[in-house]
């Protein structure tokens, strides 16, 4: 999980202040939290403001020893796993978490919520699409943005925690959203393939091994089709997604993408016919509605 890493002449100072500054902030946020907000009673004896050390460590199922290192600024190394496990236990946000894993020098593993690619231009693409269907993604499936309509095709993905608006995660996971692809096994087969050859160019990247061991962990179905080995590069394709607010729709999904490297796109899909067309309508007001009345 972590390990003692080698102090050595070349060593910067900007380390070590990385390190401090990753102590005072995790000192400041354990002093921050009561005990009743962790579901652990406050006691008597008392002294410590907000969470002791062994109660963080306990909570994020860590070392008490390795935390108080952390806290103490040791040179130690930090697995983005545990890094995730002190945010949610601090109850960091967004901003607060970004911030942990820049201190510790990681790379957050977690779908991103705020995306360079995703400008107020880009949200207005989207929004002038409707109402056919469209998102951005990022090249690991996460989706980083999306319409009205395309928020009621496959599911609520609103009522989604942003962490898990993936679409492999959905597509092997969520059974509303599988329930919604009428050729499911084919999806799947055909996503894990062009997921196994995107990730070719970011196989040490942790937020890829991590969602690959997620996928792993949670679907049979996903490790079944990892290990066809099986690469696909992304095309063209005619869809048909069963919508449990307007029946069966027809659709053709192409990607846009936003540079010149293979990452973030949009994703659309366009009625294939009238009918589709006729259904994506009515699938737009219904979203237009349920947004106006929130």
Request: glycine share 4%.
């Given at each position: ?26 000192r ?42 952390l ?39 977690t ?12 949200r207005?693409?989207?929004e ?63 996503m ?55 029946g ?46 929130r």
């Open positions: 999980m972590t390990t003692m890493a080698q102090e050595t002449p070349s060593e910067t100072s900007a380390a070590a202040i990385r390190r401090h500054e990753l102590a005072g902030f995790l400041h946020r354990r002093e921050h939290i009561t005990p009743e907000q962790v579901g652990l009673p406050r006691g008597t004896r008392r002294r410590t403001p907000g969470l002791r050390r062994e109660e963080v460590a306990q909570l994020a199922s860590v070392g008490v020893t390795w935390y108080t290192w806290e103490q600024a040791r040179d130690i190394q930090v697995s983005v796993q545990v890094l995730d496990a002190l945010a949610r236990t601090l109850f960091l946000d967004p901003s607060e978490r970004a911030h942990l894993f820049q201190l510790a020098g990681q790379v957050d593993p779908p991103a919520t705020i995306c360079p690619s995703i400008t107020p231009g880009v207005a693409v989207l002038h699409l409707e109402p056919v269907p469209a998102c951005v993604q990022n090249s690991r499936y996460d989706i980083l943005a999306y319409n009205r309509t395309y928020g009621l095709l496959l599911c609520d993905l609103d009522a989604v925690p942003p962490e898990d608006r993936n679409c492999l995660v959905l597509s092997y996971t969520h059974e509303e959203w599988r329930s919604s692809i009428v050729h499911l096994r084919d999806t799947q087969r055909l894990a393939a062009r997921f196994r050859a995107t990730m070719a160019a970011h196989l040490a990247e942790p937020a890829w091994k991590m969602l690959l061991k997620r996928l792993r962990a949670e679907s049979a179905e996903f490790r079944e089709n990892w290990e066809r080995h099986e690469v696909q590069a992304h095309r063209t394709k005619r869809k048909e997604f069963d919508n449990r607010y307007v069966r729709i027809a659709v053709d999904h192409t990607d846009l993408w936003l540079g010149p490297e293979l990452g973030p796109r949009i994703v659309t899909y366009a009625p294939a016919d009238e009918e589709s067309r006729e259904r994506l309508e009515k699938l737009h007001a219904l979203a237009l509605e349920r947004a106006g009345a």
